[in-house]
């Protein structure tokens, strides 16, 4: 079997961690990793299939012999090294937003459009998180005829916002268990015990920056460049995984006989739809482990022909490294 040299731009942070952890547990094929970070990183070590490897020093000379780099950095580290990386000769599979929305840039859920891997350039996009989960949970739906619309709500975990926002949750229900008052460093209110409803910043007509990635990132990736999307992103007090309500919209009558049989068969799905048993998908069932939960599959009460489901998924998996790590596979078998 040939391998591969493979590269993690951002490994110490929560997704590149959990990159290393999915290249392990799906026996990617490397030959050699390198662990790539900040000055201050390198010369730390890594547990890689038992084995330590140091961390290096992210620059332009870090990416000659690598054949695949899985970003796990911000925007801007991932435009700065884009070019190096490019000309190493290496595929820069990106998980931040600084290439989705470039036409010369596929954006890949392996599950909806593999295909588009094949038209690459040197890099390739990882979507956002809530956009993978949703996607994945409704795109057997668009088989039958094409989603014209989608109204959806998402409730994001607060791992979503990095390694610190679950620090600052447990901090704050500590502290109201102790009656003191709750530090709010990383979210702009309180998150124990309460919602957020806003995720980004203010970007068309009163929706978020996050909210607005689901109809653009949405329409490249199911190649539906007509796709209405109205979303609310709300940061709720979970720790890990994504939940998403959605209602779809289609021009011919889907029943909930169909879609429950499309989506139990779907890729990347696992149906979890019994209300009467109290059985539908929920973030403590889905975290650590990379199937789109979905269940409490209904008919739209507003819409002749719509369909409304619950879907839960891992975002720092499925959401993001696991995602990234299928994307490696679909390169290496094409």
């Known amino acids: 079997m040939k391998t591969y040299t493979v590269a993690i731009l951002g490994a110490t942070g929560a997704v590149g961690q959990e990159m290393i952890k999915v290249l392990q547990e799906r026996n990617f094929p490397v030959k050699k990793l390198i662990p790539l970070a900040s000055r201050r990183s390198a010369g730390k070590t ?8 140091t961390i290096a020093e992210a620059c332009d000379t870090a990416f000659e012999g690598v054949d695949i780099v899985l970003g796990a950095a911000e925007n801007d580290i991932a435009k700065k090294f884009a070019p190096a990386i490019r000309a190493a000769g290496a595929v820069f599979v ?22 588009d891997v094949t038209w690459h350039k040197g890099i390739i ?8 989960i949703t996607l994945t949970a409704v795109n057997a739906l668009n088989t039958i005829a094409p989603i014209r619309r989608m109204i959806a709500s998402t409730y994001q975990a607060v791992s979503g916002a990095g ?23 990383v979210f702009s209110h309180q998150i124990a015990y309460n919602l957020i409803p806003q995720i980004g910043g203010n970007a068309f007509e009163g929706y978020t920056s996050e909210e607005m990635k689901l109809q653009n990132e949405g329409r490249k990736i199911m190649h539906l460049p007509e796709l209405k999307v109205s979303c609310t992103c709300v940061r ?17 009558p889907v029943t909930v ?43 739209d009460l507003t819409y002749d022909n719509g369909i409304c489901l619950w879907c839960c998924g891992d975002q720092v998996r499925k959401g993001a490294a696991t995602n990234a790590v299928q994307i490696a596979e679909l390169l290496i078998q094409k």
């Open 46 to 53: 890594i547990l890689f299939h038992g084995e330590e490897v």
């Open 94 to 115: 990106d998980n931040s937003s600084a290439f989705r929305m470039d036409p010369e840039v596929p954006l890949v859920v392996p599950e909806v459009n593999p295909q």
């Open 125 to 132: 996009s990882n979507p956002n998180c809530s956009t993978i």
């Open 163 to 185: 390694a610190e926002g679950p620090v600052e949750l447990q901090n704050q229900v500590e502290a109201l268990y102790l009656g003191k008052p709750c530090e709010t460093k």
């Open 236 to 252: 709720v007090p979970v720790m890990r995984s994504h939940s998403i309500s959605v209602a779809c919209q289609f021009d011919v």
């Open 257 to 299: 006989e169909q879609a429950r049989e499309l989506i139990a068969k779907a890729p990347g799905c696992k149906l979890v739809d019994d209300l009467d048993n109290k059985q539908y998908p929920m973030p403590l069932e889905t975290s650590d482990q990379d199937l789109v939960f979905v269940g409490r599959i209904r008919q």
